[in-house]
């Protein structure tokens, strides 16, 4: 089972600054990785597939970047409602398919 | 627009057995692959199971294989989870999510959740 792991645990950032997440994989995942966003009380929203493909509807300040084993997710110029948990996941090895335990982002 | 609603959640006895349904609607349900994803309070994301289009391939974590079915009726648009032996640690909100497709490059990029519900919330409790 591939064992993501994602730094850092927490984030507290202010309006307009830059956020770098991390993910590291156990072992190479090529670029099959996606992030999620998860907002308090709602389901997980899908920002970037195969480590750097928006879907569809995502903000450009969002991008994704990376291959093998070390991911990041960067936004770029941080917005209020940017505030949530975020998660990866990968698909390179299945089942089962596993998340990374999340990063939660504040914004100050 | 995709829409995803399940129910069937409640409190249930550890040993108990409870049955979820996702009803899917806005999208051809019949040729999609289907997830079940659950997220235990205050916890991570945790993927449950999965089932091809057709329901002719089926794959459990291990935490819930031998004790949890999938299965569908694309009959009625509908995604179920039969759960049984349900333990403690079986508490979660348990998300049904269509799979996400789409192609580039001409390479069909699958194996993301693209679309979720709301989620049911199963609490095993004595």
């Known amino acids: 089972e591939i064992v993501l792991t994602q730094s850092p645990a927490t984030l507290s950032l202010s309006p307009g600054e830059r956020a770098t997440l991390s993910c590291r994989a156990s072992q190479g995942i090529n670029r099959y990785i996606a992030w999620y966003q998860q907002k308090p009380g709602q389901a997980p929203r899908l920002l970037i597939y195969d480590a750097s493909y928006r879907a569809t509807g995502i903000p450009a300040r969002f991008s994704g970047s990376g291959s093998g084993t070390d991911f990041s997710l960067t936004i770029s110029s941080l917005e209020p409602e940017d505030s949530a948990v975020y998660y990866c996941?990968?698909?390179?090895?299945?089942?089962?398919?596993?998340f990374g335990q999340g990063t939660k982002l504040e914004i100050k | 627009q995709v829409q995803l609603v399940e129910s069937g959640g409640g409190v249930v006895q550890p040993g108990g057995s409870l049955r979820l349904s996702c009803a899917a609607s806005g999208f051809s349900f019949s040729t999609y692959d289907m997830h079940w994803v659950r997220q235990a309070p205050g916890k991570g994301l945790e993927w449950v199971a999965f089932t091809r289009h057709d329901g002719s391939e089926k794959h459990y974590a291990n935490s819930v294989k031998g004790r949890f079915i999938v299965s569908r009726d694309n009959s009625k648009s509908t995604l179920y989870l039969q759960m049984s032996s349900l333990r403690v640690e079986d508490t979660a909100k348990y998300f049904c999510a269509k799979e996400f497709v789409t192609v580039i490059r001409g390479i069909t990029i699958k194996q993301y959740f693209g679309d979720w519900g709301q989620g049911a919330l199963v609490i095993v409790s004595s």
């Open positions: 996941q990968q698909r390179s090895n299945w089942p089962p398919y596993t």
